[in-house]
């Protein structure tokens, strides 16, 4: 496996170093304070634990489909992988779940793939659950293909604190925009 932080491998990066990393941080810090979008009604919306993978070069699905998405993740995780012409969208609700879904999408996909994970959060008691986030990170350290890791934004990244001490994910709904090839956030 080949993942990029920063433009370097980050081969046997922890849990633990990706979420204090500078730049993923940083990064993570702008996608949640970036306003949320509206969303059209031409879109395609990924269930939990469901996948959806889209070849956006087509000019057919260009002009019907402008986003591919996934929201009420909490403890879950919505990951998008994009190459040069496909996008893949999932809602993982399960770390069992992490490998299939991944190969899935991923044999689909030419070898540098972009990749961007939100999901999960801390609760008031810094407890949350990390297991999908784990998973995905041995899946991406045990696999064949490239990863450009473009936003990790999990775990104490996408917490926040309402005024009662407890805490609750920063970001919940994500969509992939077909038009600017990015994702960004939304409320669906």
């Known amino acids: 496996m080949v993942l ?10 922890t849990l633990a170093e990706l979420l204090t990393d500078n730049e993923t941080v ?3 810090n702008a996608f949640n304070s970036d306003p949320p979008c509206a969303i059209s009604t031409s879109s395609l919306y990924v269930k939990q634990g469901e996948l959806a993978l889209v070849n956006f ?6 002009s019907a489909l402008k986003w591919v998405g996934s929201g009420e993740a909490t403890t879950c ?3 998008v992988l994009h190459d040069e012409s496909k996008v893949g969208v999932t809602h993982l609700d399960s770390p069992v779940a992490v490998a299939l879904t991944l190969d899935t ?3 689909q996909l030419d070898n540098a ?3 961007y994970v939100t999901g999960g959060y801390e609760d008031e008691f810094e407890d949350g659950d990390n297991s999908i986030s784990q998973a995905l990170l041995d899946y991406l350290s045990n696999s064949d293909k490239q990863f450009k890791l473009k936003l990790w934004n999990t775990m104490a990244l996408n ?4 005024p009662e001490g407890r805490g609750g994910p920063i970001i919940t709904d994500v969509v992939f925009n077909m038009t600017t090839k990015n994702p ?5």
């Not at 990029?4 to 990066?13: F, P, Q, R, T």
């Not at 917490?159 to 309402?162: P, Q």
């Not at 960004?184 to 669906?188: E, L, M, N």
Request: proline share 3%; aromatic share 0%.
């Open 4 to 13: 990029l932080l920063n433009g370097s491998s980050a081969e046997n990066i």
């Open 26 to 28: 940083r990064v993570s």
């Open 57 to 62: 070069s087509s000019p057919a699905v260009a």
């Open 77 to 79: 995780h919505i990951v």
């Open 105 to 107: 999408i991923c044999s």
């Open 113 to 115: 793939i972009s990749l």
């Open 159 to 162: 917490t926040k604190t309402d």
């Open 184 to 188: 960004t956030h939304c409320q669906i």
